[in-house]
């Protein structure tokens, strides 16, 4: 007898990537041999380990979750449901380092790899978790001849207004990062996009290995095997960052994380952090990251970006603002501009140009995921509040931090 065991509900093997969040699987038998449904354990192989990936299960939508799972699974064939979600604290440091194994009494009948695939930290990933995303980011700004363009086309002075100084600053920088991420993963799926904890020192990412290190005219030099040395961008090639800070510290003035994270518990008191530190951070620097018009050139715009949303992440955990039927999980004080409403779509993804919005919309909808469905390929602004599937298990964006609990 063997099984099969499928994660988020799909055969594919670009769906077997889990978060913090349940993960809807399913197990089945292949080979029926016998009369009576047999009942299966699920445990992942080498429990007692301390670091790399783990997961943990419960068998219904609700439930506290347990390091192993017994479920009876039919005789005839009929697929079993049962969630997994990353143990938090132990993500995966690489593709596949999970490892589920499904036993009938000691004999092993079936087995899935996946991959525990949360946004970590940028100033500790290991060296290869580095490297992978250093090249898949590469690969995608294909030295300016790749998909990167829209990216960098979709953060301009013209659609500044469709993401910037109103209520969906936040939502609108979550889609564009979840689309980015996205793109990354078709290239090399075991990365996710690390972010640059700016309110701490960090002298990992300032480093010639990684975001480089900027010469007195602000050219940013690479180690002869770093990718980003061929980055380009607008036609031009290299990037300009000018830090205003010694980079094996924090930049001085930065609210820290401590202090955004109070600033209240109504969104429109948070979404101050729009200034201080986001603005902060930005222009920390001089060069093309400390202007909104020309910031997206610059790829350490994204580990910046990762780290507002990450805040906003924690925000919203500690102050239970996932629901957008709550007044105080958004700003709906009126007069919101478009593109800054709950219900409203968000450029460019709608592909809406002229009146309101930008005369063009580059990049086309929002990249799907193997691995959940939502937001869409035109998400709303409501789309980005509920990312853990809190309030709807169907709206899980299939990304988590690695501080930040379901
Ligand atoms: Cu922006």
């Known amino acids: 007898m063997n099984v099969d065991l499928q994660i988020n509900n799909s055969a594919s093997p670009a769906a077997k990537f889990v978060s913090w969040s349940p993960a809807p699987c399913r197990i089945r038998i292949t080979d029926p041999s016998g009369a009576s449904s047999p009942t299966v354990n699920l445990q992942i192989s080498g429990i007692s380990s301390t670091s790399g990936g783990a ?31 990353g143990r938090f604290g132990r993500p995966s440091v690489s593709n596949g380092d999970v490892k589920i194994e499904a036993r009938l009494g000691t004999k092993l009948v079936g087995s899935a790899h996946l991959m525990v695939r949360i946004r970590k930290n940028a100033n500790t990933l290991t060296a290869a978790e580095r490297d992978r995303f250093v090249s898949a980011f590469a690969q995608l700004n294909n030295q300016g001849l790749g998909r990167f363009a829209d990216f960098r086309s979709m953060h301009t002075n013209v659609s500044s207004p469709q993401a910037h100084g109103a209520p969906g600053f936040l939502p609108w920088h979550r889609a564009y ?28 990412i300032f480093n010639r290995d990684f975001f480089g290190v900027s010469d007195s005219l602000g050219t940013v030099q690479f180690s002869a095997t770093n990718p980003l040395q061929f980055w380009k961008t607008d036609g031009v090639q290299g990037i300009n960052r000018r830090p205003f800070f010694a980079t094996s510290v924090a930049p001085p003035g930065l609210r820290t994380e401590t202090q955004t994270l109070a600033l209240g518990t109504q969104y429109a008191a948070f979404r101050t952090m729009e200034g201080n530190p986001h603005g902060t951070a930005h222009t920390s620097f001089g060069g093309s990251i400390s202007s909104i018009g020309t910031a997206a050139k610059d790829p350490l715009f994204f580990l910046l970006h990762c780290n507002v949303d990450r805040l906003w992440a924690k925000w919203q955990k500690r102050n239970a603002r996932f629901d957008a039927a709550i007044g105080a999980s958004f700003d709906n ?28 919309a580059p990049g086309g909808t929002l990249a799907p995921s193997p691995c959940v469905g939502a937001p869409g390929l035109q998400p709303r602004v409501r789309d980005m509040l509920d990312y853990q599937g809190a309030i709807g298990a ?9 501080d930040v609990q379901i």
């Open 55 to 85: 997961v943990v299960f419960r068998s219904g939508a609700t439930g506290s979750f347990s390091n192993s799972l017994t479920i009876a699974v039919p005789i005839d064939g009929t697929s079993v449901p049962f969630f997994a979600a």
């Open 177 to 204: 990062l979840l689309d980015l991420e996205r793109e990354l993963q078709a290239i090399d799926p075991s990365v996710a996009l690390p972010y640059w904890r700016f309110d701490r020192p960090a002298p990992n």
């Open 333 to 360: 004080s009126g007069g919101n501009p478009i593109g800054h409403n709950l219900p409203d779509t968000m450029w460019p993804w709608n592909g809406i140009t002229g009146g309101q919005r930008p005369p063009t």
């Open 394 to 402: 169907g709206s899980r964006l299939g990304f988590d931090y690695d």
